[in-house]
């Protein structure tokens, strides 16, 4: 593709946004992650805690999903810590496993916040699993459908391929609420465990979730942007 001076025009706020939520989330992390928690806990172990405060044992029982049967492992990294509701496993990087620091609590509750929502059937991280694998199809799909129609100067092709790209945007959209939705489970379980022993806990754990918010809106502001850039681009070429 030619260089296109519109494309920079949509994309430019939406990149040094993107560029200041990561900024925010290394500062908050580098920030929080040097500070004890008032509990001197690890991250594995505040994960440990909200879990046998859930009912798990360690051993697993039937096949059940959610917070009574999660399982820990460790992944390799740095901010790499997930939950994956496939293997019901909590994967914890050594940083945040191994730190009794301010943002360990914080990012061990984010993530078990998100075994909690599944355990629930939370709308928005249903429809969210049930959208990947066409996000996965539509966003490489809907590219090749945009440019092709425009070459071909079959329109509705082009519109097609908007439409396949458009996933990712819902897709985005319904992120946000799910990751909004885990910090808010995960400031309440640790608040209900007696895991926000100071006042300075409290802030802490509030500025590294709320940096990580910000991630969030900033994909979903990307794209958006992306999106509005190849409906004004296949709809340009309409007029044209
Ligand atoms: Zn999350």
């Not at 943002?103 to 929502?117: K, P, T, V």
């Not at 608040?191 to 006042?199: F, K, R, T, V």
Request: glycine share 10%; proline share 3%; aromatic share 8%.
């Amino acid at each position: 593709m030619n260089y296109d001076p519109i494309y920079l025009c949509f994309m430019l706020p939406t990149l040094l946004f993107t560029m200041f939520a990561q900024w925010r989330v290394s500062s908050a992390y580098s920030k929080w992650g040097k500070i004890r928690n008032s509990l001197n806990i690890t991250g594995l172990d505040a994960a440990r805690r909200l879990l046998s405060a859930a009912g798990n044992t360690g051993a697993v029982v039937g096949s059940g999903a959610g917070l009574a049967n999660v399982r820990l492992a460790g992944v390799g990294g740095t901010l790499t810590d997930n939950y994956d509701p496939s293997k019901n496993t909590l994967y914890l990087s050594q940083a945040v496993a191994q730190n009794p620091s301010v943002a360990s609590i914080a990012i061990a509750a984010h993530e078990l916040g998100h075994a909690s929502q599944q355990d629930e059937g939370y709308g928005p991280l249903r429809l969210r699993s049930m959208l990947v694998p066409a996000v996965n199809i539509g966003s490489s799909l809907g590219w090749i459908m945009i440019l092709g129609g425009l070459l071909l100067n079959i329109i509705q092709i082009s519109w097609l391929g908007v439409l396949f790209f458009s996933l990712g945007a819902v897709f985005a959209l319904c992120t946000l609420p799910v990751e909004l939705n885990a910090s808010k489970r995960a400031r309440a379980m640790l608040a209900n465990n007696g895991m926000l022993a100071s006042e300075e806990d409290a802030r802490g754990v509030n500025d590294v979730l709320n940096a990580a918010a910000l991630t969030y809106v900033a994909g979903l502001a990307t794209a958006i942007m992306q999106l509005f850039y190849f409906i004004s681009m296949v709809g340009g070429r309409r007029r044209s």
